[in-house]
């Protein structure tokens, strides 16, 4: 509904609404729905033996959100927060849930992270490979072009931009790399 200055019509009443929508209201009467049994709180039966689980031990500082006051009692430990993309992420939370300071940050602190391991796979043994990895040869094998034409596809408006954003970061990576190498050939010549 868009938004004007006259004041929007009332909802209509229960009757007008019960013969206009087929099924409308069913679920008011509550021996008529069949969760209303495990909406009721029945005491110790719930089988629960703790009303807060045991908060895990925080072992290292961890990021947490300006509008919680703790922690959830479970945490995942698994990737800790390192590096450039680290602080990024940490900066962050210092914005609340709601601004979008906050999240666009945390997608920084992701794609510093992406370039960071592209950059790291190759000075590797065995390299990722971009031009499988990142489906741009599917894109003139798989007919990636004309299956985006005359349809109604979601990913149209970013099409253009997804060479950039898929492929960007390996070109950057390949060039850093190609400009280190030059560097210590010539420092190797001297």
């Known amino acids: ?9 009332t909802a209509p009443c229960t009757a007008t609404l019960r013969e206009r929508i087929p099924g409308w209201g069913a679920d008011l009467d509550p021996a008529d729905r069949p969760a209303v049994p495990r909406e009721q709180f029945v005491g110790d ?22 509008e919680h006051e703790r922690l959830t009692p479970v945490f995942g430990t698994a990737q800790p927060l390192r590096g450039a993309s680290g602080q990024v992420r940490r900066y962050a939370y210092r ?3 709601g601004r979008a300071a906050h ?8 794609r510093i992270d992406a370039v960071g ?5 190759l ?37 253009l931009l997804d060479p950039i954003v898929i492929d960007g970061p ?21």
Do not use: C
Not at 1 to 9: C, H, I, L, R
Not at 103 to 110: E, S
Not at 117 to 121: C, F, G, P, T
């Open 95 to 97: 914005y609340g849930e």
């Open 117 to 121: 391991n592209h950059v790291r796979s």
């Open 1 to 9: 509904m868009v938004y004007t200055a006259e004041k929007p019509a």
């Open 45 to 66: 039966q719930t089988g629960a033996h703790w009303d807060l689980p045991e908060q895990q031990p925080e072992s290292r500082p961890r990021e947490r959100s300006v």
């Open 170 to 190: 390996w070109l950057v990576a390949v060039l850093a790399a190609g400009l280190m190498l030059r560097k210590v050939v010539r420092r190797a010549r001297r």
């Open 123 to 159: 000075f590797t043994l065995r390299p990722d490979n971009p031009v499988t990895q990142t489906g741009t040869r599917a894109e003139f094998t798989h007919h990636g072009i004309r299956s985006r034409t005359g349809t109604k596809r979601a990913d149209l408006p970013h099409q």
């Open 103 to 110: 999240w666009l940050l945390l997608v920084a602190g992701d």
